[in-house]
DNA sequence: TCTGGGGTCCTGTTCCGC
DNA sequence: TCTGGCGGAACAGGACCC
């Protein structure tokens, strides 16, 4: 059972498959991926149905309908996405006062305040299932890891309240990919030393994994496989970049092409950053070459600004001064160190999360 | 089996001024 | 005049997340 719960995260059940489903019920039942038609698409999303083949988001489509050559393939509507994930905050918020939304779908939810806060979860789901018909997963813990590794540990419709101590037991014989910020890359490289459970990572000399991975990252791999994490919300979070970035459906060899595109898409990120009012000095290109090596350039310049005339011209000479070697798969353009337009409070809320 | 798009953060390197 | 150490800023790449 709980003691001290702090923190509850909250997590739309396969959001955007669950919103087409909520829009076309007569896909109810049946296997839906949410994802793009192109060559080179991958999906975003898929329903549990379609997750019985083996599908899964970020799996090349291609795959996927190998996997599942039933399965309906939806294209992605992000207007609707953004409607439903208001709605689903609106409730949130009026559930909670301090709250830090995660993308479209996840937020964590500050319950120091409330007098029964398992109730009140319980209600808010379904609150959330009633006005929206959408369903949704809940954790409940101490701190933001434990929140959010509970939440995911009973999907769907998983309601689940661990203390610390419950979650190190719980999940000790899982793999460390389990716990947010141990991805495949770190998990290989444990698995290399003979680390293959979060128990395991709990148990081994901090040393160890400071000579392996550094005096910051070590120390801080045993924290999570602890479940040790903080327990502060950032309510307010402001971008500290905004990018723009196309993988075309085949690589493309000519420069002037490519500086068409590249321009192109600096244009729509000006668009962007002029509706926002927001002004960089940094000026990134990305280039994804035909072999898959990725290669950033980036420009600081003296005065921030939005002007498509000002980042597509910094964007080009990026561009024609690396000259790519090989084709090219993905073009990107990026703005950043953005001019100080928030108070001291704002910059106070961009403390780091974990 | 052939890998999206939009982000954040961390680390190592290089450059520059003192 | 040359060299070296040091710290900060900028840059590049990588890992990770939704």
Redesign the pocket.
Known sequence: MCGVAPIAHLDVDAFYASVELQRRPELRGLPVIVS?SG????V?TASYEARRFGVG??M?T??ARRLCPDAVLVAPDFDAYRQASRAVMALVRRAVERVEV?????AYLDLVDLVAPRAAMRRLVSDIHAATGLDCSIGIGPNRLVA?VASDAEKPRGFVCLTREEACTRFARHPPGL?????????SRLEAMGITTLGALAATPVDTLVARF????GPDLQRRARFEASAILTPVRI?????????FDVDISDAVRLEEILSDLAGQLCQRLVRQERRGR?V?IKVRLSD?????????IAEPTNDPRVVSGVALELLREYAPARPV??L?V?V?AFEQAQTDSDADQ?A?PL
């Open positions: 793009g060559p080179r698409a991958v975003t988001s970020a090349p291609a795959r995660v993308g479209l779908d996840e959010k716990v947010p910020g141990i991805g495949p890359k770190t998990a550094g005096a910051n990252h971008a500290v970049s905004e990018s723009r970035e196309t993988t940094n990134a898959f090596t990725t290669v950033t350039r980036a420009r600081t798969r993905l990107g990026r950043a961009l780091l």
